[in-house]
């Protein structure tokens, strides 16, 4: 295999999760990011961020809402964090938002201040305030809204209406919904369809086949100096099976099975040592 066996267990990688920036130094980010994007499009993940990040750029061009959805652990967030690395500042200033469970009045008043101001009292003086912070910025401001499946009823009723609001504002005001699939039900409800009707981008992510994560796991196994023969086939079309193709999951399960086959001293994962590693993954 190239590597010892405490070797593979630890050098086991996810593409689909780079680390945060904060710890690439700022002068390595962009070599780190365009070869992962290299060896990404080895991947039938590659293909899906390809299209994932060519609607995102559209929406930066020409729309003004955009959705981008999908299952927990199916890669949203690697998405998001590739796109947000792209955008050049003296194109586009994106101000990231997660604490979406909040009630609708203090979500505003966080955009606010994130912006970097403090928030006024009133919703409609809130709305005026981001609405010239947008006017006043040097390029288009973007509100990304993550895991805007926690979005409540109210709080999508106002980012409605700060959208419509800013239909002539110059620089424009976008906004990105990145959330699980409850959003997309909750959209198509009557009291959001002039929210839905705005919406110009649209992404759903879907799991893995089991044939994908089947080439997943030798590719990273590849990258981590490893042997795809590892993992017996039985074994790479159950984790497909138990993961339902979800890359987290993938990368979670795998990686157990590594480590469990570290334990035993063992170079191969089996049917046997695969039944014991999942169980781990089964809740009481």
Same mark, same amino acid.
């Given at each position: 295999?190239?590597?010892?066996?405490?070797?593979?267990?630890?050098?086991?990688? =996810?593409?689909?999760?780079?680390?945060?920036?904060? #710890?690439?130094?700022?002068?390595?980010?962009?070599?780190?990011?365009?070869?992962?994007?290299?060896?990404?499009?080895?991947?039938?993940?590659?293909?899906?961020?390809? #299209? $994932?990040?060519?609607?995102?750029?559209?929406?930066?061009?020409?729309?003004?809402?955009?959705?981008?959805?999908?299952?927990?652990?199916? $890669? +949203? /967030?690697?998405?998001?964090?590739?796109?947000?690395? !792209?955008?050049?500042?003296?194109?586009?200033?994106?101000?990231?938002?997660?604490?979406?469970?909040?009630?609708?009045?203090?979500?505003? +008043?966080?955009?606010?201040?994130? *912006?970097? #101001?403090?928030? @006024?009292? $009133? +919703?409609?003086?809130?709305?005026?305030?981001?609405? #010239?912070?947008?006017?006043? &910025?040097?390029?288009?401001?973007?509100?990304?809204?993550?895991?805007?499946?926690?979005?409540? $009823?109210?709080?999508?009723?106002? *980012?409605?209406?700060?959208?419509? =609001? &800013?239909?002539?504002? @110059?620089?424009?005001?976008?906004?990105?919904?990145?959330?699980?699939?409850?959003?997309?039900?909750?959209? !198509?409800?009557?009291?959001?369809?002039?929210?839905?009707?705005?919406? /110009?981008?649209?992404?759903?992510? @879907?799991?893995? =086949? @089991?044939?994908?994560?089947?080439?997943?796991?030798?590719?990273?196994?590849?990258?981590?100096?490893?042997?795809?023969?590892?993992?017996?086939?039985?074994?790479?079309?159950?984790?497909?099976?138990?993961?339902?193709?979800?890359? !987290?999951?993938?990368?979670?399960?795998?990686?157990?099975?590594?480590?469990? &086959?570290?334990?035993? +001293?063992?170079?191969?994962?089996?049917?046997?040592?695969?039944?014991?590693?999942?169980?781990?993954?089964?809740?009481?």
């Amino acid at each position: 295999m190239g590597r010892n066996d405490e070797d593979w267990a630890v050098f086991w990688c =996810s593409l689909l999760s780079p680390v945060l920036l904060g #710890e690439i130094p700022e002068a390595q980010r962009e070599r780190y990011f365009q070869a992962l994007s290299q060896e990404e499009r080895q991947l039938p993940n590659g293909q899906r961020m390809d #299209e $994932g990040l060519a609607r995102l750029e559209y929406l930066i061009q020409c729309g003004q809402l955009g959705l981008v959805t999908g299952p927990s652990g199916v $890669g +949203k /967030s690697a998405l998001l964090k590739r796109f947000l690395h !792209r955008l050049l500042p003296q194109h586009c200033q994106a101000l990231y938002c997660h604490l979406t469970h909040l009630p609708s009045a203090g979500l505003l +008043k966080l955009v606010v201040t994130q *912006l970097g #101001e403090t928030p @006024r009292r $009133g +919703k409609e003086r809130i709305y005026e305030q981001i609405l #010239e912070r947008a006017t006043q &910025a040097e390029s288009t401001l973007l509100l990304v809204f993550d895991e805007a499946h926690l979005l409540d $009823g109210d709080a999508l009723t106002d *980012l409605r209406l700060l959208i419509s =609001s &800013a239909l002539d504002v @110059r620089p424009p005001l976008k906004m990105l919904l990145v959330g699980q699939e409850p959003l997309r039900a909750v959209l !198509r409800r009557a009291r959001h369809a002039d929210l839905l009707n705005r919406v /110009s981008v649209r992404y759903q992510l @879907r799991p893995f =086949s @089991r044939e994908q994560t089947c080439r997943y796991i030798d590719f990273q196994l590849s990258q981590a100096g490893g042997d795809a023969k590892v993992f017996d086939d039985s074994v790479k079309a159950a984790i497909h099976d138990f993961t339902g193709g979800l890359p !987290r999951q993938i990368n979670n399960l795998a990686t157990a099975c590594l480590l469990q &086959a570290t334990a035993r +001293k063992v170079l191969r994962i089996d049917d046997d040592l695969f039944q014991y590693a999942a169980g781990e993954f089964q809740l009481p």
